[in-house]
């Protein structure tokens, strides 16, 4: 089941609906070049132009009018162009592909841009990319500080009315979604397959991706495969992997042409054979995830999911020895973010972190600011949980010895934290567990088939 002109038809139209005034500009995204001019960075669709417009072609923009009229801009063809990257699609045929009702060439947007506001308002998104911030200036003839001027005329409503939309997912979506985690549980399953002592994080890395590359599938962020999992972004692959290692791995694909993705962590023992001290904080962070997912449903905020979390780490450290104290407590002053210093999720869909270049009115009611508490701070959505949102699911602990040695000296919630014992654990890495969940009519699903996480499954030679 793939996505018809229809669809983005419908898409676009529900959108201009929802605004009651004005037109949208749409900028895809165009080539990027990486070390010199011509040779560029894999290229990847603007988000919201794939939503509204389906179309990964580089170097498009779109208007779409009150009435839902949208008319697609392009380049004309360029004779050496054609040379070196073959015939591609004319502007006329990609136009009529999503369902725009007219085209025109790259060069008259300008001038399009400057009748239309004589009538009514234009509604656009600031960029985040260099490239095109300095397009939209172009367009919108904005001058001096280009990125405030364009931010200060940027459409909150466009923002909000684009939230509302792509953040209930249809069948379609969720399918797309679905097809993406199939895939990963493939990749899963061959970086355990080929687990072994002794080789690099980049080995099983390469194993993983050859399952996406093979498919022609891109990965939708920089892949995390790494025994220092306690480095949360960690983009290294130097590492050997040693027998008391846990190997921590944090990958997803996107499924073109619609690049809806996965976004799924595990961690293996690397030997196979979890250790008592690794068992007991896998069983705790597996735990919390299980329980999240139970509990996750319409009506449910997510802040109330990653205080859950925080609840069930806290409880589990403290049987460890490593926290104390009244869980309730502990978990308001925030002792926890010494070892979940991250949020429990986030919402997935195109974007691995879905929308989240529009900021926090994505996850932030408009009444509500993030919290300044370290931890919570990170906390990517705190709305209310509603039928078709799709949500990551993905508690972990961590020991990361530059803040534990911070905190020790600050004397950090020394009611709460047993840094004696922590001491003992400067060693241990990270453990993260995540899998993609939407949210059903009266609870939540594991999207895709399921992708080994059982301490039983994990210790199977
Ligand atoms: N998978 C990376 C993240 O959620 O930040
Ligand atoms: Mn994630």
Redesign the pocket.
Known sequence: MTFTKQDYILRRSELVGKLKEGAVLLLGNNLSPRNFERNYYPFRQDSHFLYYIGLDTPGLAAIIYQDGRTVLFGEKEDESEIIWSGKGTSVSDLANRCGAEDFKYYDALGKEIALLKRDTMLHYIPPFRGDNLIKMAGLLNIDGKIEENIKIGGSALLARKIVEQRAIKSTKEIAEIEKSVAVSKRMYERAFQVLEPGLRESDIAAEMQKIAIAEDLPQS?LP?VTVHGEIL?NNNYKNRLGKEDLLLI?T?VEIPPSYYCS?I?RTFSVARKFTERQKHIYKTVLKTQLEVIKTASPEVSNVDLHNLAARIITSGLQEAGLMKGDIDESVAAGAHALFYPHGIG?MLGID??DMEDLGDVVGYPDEKRRSGQFGLSFLRLVKKLRPGFVI?V?PGIYFIPPLIDKWKSEKLHEDFVNYREVDNYRSFGGIRI?DDVLITDNSSRVLGPPILKHIEELEKI
Do not use: P
């Open positions: 962020f995390i972004h944090d997803g976004d962590t986030h691995v972190h990551t993905e995540e």
